[in-house]
């Protein structure tokens, strides 16, 4: 809605260069209300690789959760310099092959790692 | 700067445990499947030779417009127990004559290789869904022939859309007829 009105002022400014006459504003602002919101700054919280929520465990080890026989570590999840997170063991499968994230191709190299 | 390829090398060392791929192929496939039926190109149908075996499935494509039209193609797609690590394996079972298809049924598209330099191959961010427009893409829209499969098809193609297309009809008649 903000926009628009701006919009209309815009447009009004130049009708009045062309014409070098006032034309009353079609539009006036009368009442405005700032919005503002937030979010974490990851960029995505559903892993791209297996698809679950990164705070949750990723689908293999939910599958591998009833045969868990070797000490199997938690399953966390890890950063990218470029901001997007996935499970640390969907990329640690994905980097053997690719060392590149899977969402914007750019070399990975982990920031973090947590929960 | 710490890169996983590393941590996972030193990890490696220690820890061979060899892990099964296969129930995660079809967790992923259960959901997959579903998204790529509801989405399907209307010149499109997926068969499933064996219903309980998401993994293998043909795909029909019946372009109807551009100069594959009228033809009916089949593509085997074989979902590999390491997917989604790797893209699905797509071999063409009709003949024909495409510069991105080879005569003996191999496919190029860039997001079936499974490794490449560019940013263009396989991700496993992407669904059967991308490939399967990506198969129905091959017949549409307009192709880069760039790197063809099909030399002398990619060949006919840029000096004489005329010879090309009368070629692509001749293969139709005699391979992809229903």
Known sequence: MFTKVAMADENDNERMDGDNQKLEKMFTLKKWNAVAMWSWDVECDTCAICRVQVMDACLRCQAESKKDSYGKQDCVVVWGECNHSFHYCCMSLWVKQNNRCPLCQQEWSIQRMGK | ?178
């Not at chain 2, 579903?34 to 068969?47: K, R, T, Y």
């Not at chain 2, 499969?149 to 139709?172: C, G, I, P, T, W």
């Open chain 2, 1 to 178: 700067m710490i890169t996983l390829s590393q941590r996972l090398k030193r990890r490696n060392e220690n820890d061979n445990t060899p892990v099964p791929r296969a129930p995660i192929r079809d967790r992923l496939l259960v959901k997959e499947a579903q998204e790529m039926s509801q989405l399907l190109p209307a010149s499109c149908s997926v068969h499933y030779p064996n219903e309980n075996d998401l993994s293998k499935f043909t795909l029909i494509v019946q372009p109807t417009e551009g100069y594959w039209e009228g033809g009916t193609f089949r593509f085997d797609i074989n979902v590999t127990e390491e997917y989604n690590m790797v893209p699905p394996i797509v071999k063409c079972s009709t003949k024909l004559w495409h510069p991105n298809i080879s005569e003996s049924g191999d496919v190029c598209l860039s997001l079936l290789r499974r490794h490449s330099v560019d940013s263009m191959g396989w991700s496993p961010i992407r669904r059967l869904n991308d490939v399967v427009w990506g198969l129905h893409a091959l017949f549409t829209d307009l192709l880069n022939f760039e790197d063809p499969l099909n030399v002398e098809a990619a060949d006919q193609f840029r000096h004489s859309k005329e010879e090309f297309k009368l070629k692509v009809m001749e293969y139709v008649t005699s391979y992809a007829k229903e």
